[in-house]
């Protein structure tokens, strides 16, 4: 199965600062790469599919890059909601796999 | 709008079985694949299989080959999905998720306990 590795684990941030989120594919998923995030007591919220297509209603401030196996999400300002984890996920090879995810929280 | 609705919590002992339903609407229920996705306590996302409900064709991660059957009934627009041999390790929040080439809508989740 693809094993799709995040980094870093946890991520210590301000309001206001940049946040980069790394995903890394065991193999390549081309562009079928998904970001989801996560607060507590809730169900993920897809932010971005095909690698870089932002969903409906995503603030621009969440953008992501890549394909093959090298993948980011950015947060080019980080705002108090945005807190949570993020997951990243394929669906290029069976079966589908996520990452084991990403903490953001405030510094 | 689309909304899946899931059923219940469910506390179960260890070797049972437990059926879970996801109601959905707001969409055509035929169109779409639907998967379940469960998440352990603390843990991260971990997905079991879907279902595509024009065919009843099902696709299941080899993890759970064996214990898990997912169906649907196109009258009543709801995906269930039966977990057997149930074990500790199986305490999770399970989620079903439309896909839309992306999986863009997640019911609540239904939280399974597994405990003697």
């Known amino acids: 199965e693809t094993v799709l590795t995040q980094s870093p684990a946890t991520l210590s941030l301000s309001p206001g600062e940049r946040a980069t989120l790394s995903c890394r594919a065991s193999?390549?998923?081309?562009?079928?790469l998904a970001w989801f995030q996560q607060k507590p007591g809730q169900a993920p919220r897809l932010l971005i599919y095909?690698?870089?297509n932002r969903a409906t209603g995503i603030p621009a401030r969440f953008s992501g890059s890549g394909s093959g196996t090298d993948f980011t999400l950015t947060i080019s300002s980080v705002e108090p909601e945005d807190f949570a984890v993020y997951y990243c996920?394929?669906?290029?090879?069976?079966?589908?796999?996520f990452g084991q995810g990403t903490k953001l929280e405030i510094k | 709008q689309v909304q899946l609705v899931q059923s219940g919590t469910e506390v179960k002992k260890p070797g049972a079985s437990v059926n879970l339903s996801c109601k959905a609407s707001?969409?055509?229920?035929?169109?779409?694949?639907m998967h379940w996705v469960r998440q352990a306590p603390g843990q991260g996302l971990e997905w079991m299989g879907m279902?595509?409900?024009?065919?009843?064709?099902?696709s299941y991660s080899q993890k759970f080959q064996g214990r898990v059957t997912m169906t649907r009934d196109t009258s009543t627009t709801t995906v269930y999905m039966e977990l057997s041999s149930l074990r500790s390790e199986d305490t999770a929040v399970y989620y079903c998720?439309?896909?839309?080439?992306?999986?863009?809508?997640w019911g609540q989740g239904t939280l399974v306990t597994v405990s003697s």
């Open positions: 998720v439309r896909d839309n080439w992306v999986f863009d809508y």
């Open positions: 707001g969409y055509t229920f035929t169109s779409n694949y």
């Open positions: 279902i595509y409900p024009r065919d009843d064709s099902t």
């Open positions: 193999q390549s998923v081309s562009s079928y």
């Open positions: 095909d690698a870089s």
């Open positions: 996920h394929q669906r290029s090879n069976g079966p589908y796999t």
